[in-house]
């Protein structure tokens, strides 16, 4: 059983930086991409990065593009979000996400990852 587990999220003011930590077990991890996606109160889950099985693509979500950096490091089997110069607007619940697929292509859509973390808080005051 997949197991993914977040921390690092909590209050910050707007402008503020916060790093997101994503510690994975139960399978080969360095075989999957992972995603972060996130959910507002009221609001769907919307996809926020994800990064290829070996690091070498990202992709970002217009909204974060140029304020957040995913990286992975296949020998600790971690995933992180670095977010810098955070808004009211990025405060939701952030989820750390396994794609399905064995070495899959990149995906934003949530229907493609199968196991997913608790999710950690971040909130951005103004």
């Known amino acids: 059983q997949v197991q993914l587990v977040e921390s690092g999220g909590g209050l910050v003011q707007a402008g503020g930086s916060l790093r997101l930590s994503c510690a994975a077990s139960?399978?080969?991890?360095?075989?999957?991409?992972m995603g972060w996606l996130r959910q507002a109160p009221g609001k769907e889950r919307e996809f926020v990065a994800s990064?290829?099985?070996?690091?070498?693509?990202?992709y970002y979500a217009d909204a974060v593009k140029g304020r957040f950096t995913i990286s992975r490091d296949n020998a600790k089997n971690t995933v992180s979000l670095q977010m810098n110069s955070l808004r009211p607007e990025d405060t939701a619940v952030y989820y750390c996400?396994?794609?399905?697929?064995?070495?899959?292509?990149?995906?934003?859509?949530?229907?493609?990852?199968?196991?997913w973390g608790q999710g950690t808080q971040v909130t951005v005051s103004s």
């Open positions: 990064i290829s099985w070996n690091g070498g693509s990202t």
């Open positions: 996400a396994s794609d399905r697929t064995f070495r899959a292509a990149l995906s934003e859509r949530a229907s493609a990852y199968n196991y």
């Open positions: 139960g399978r080969t991890f360095s075989n999957y991409a």
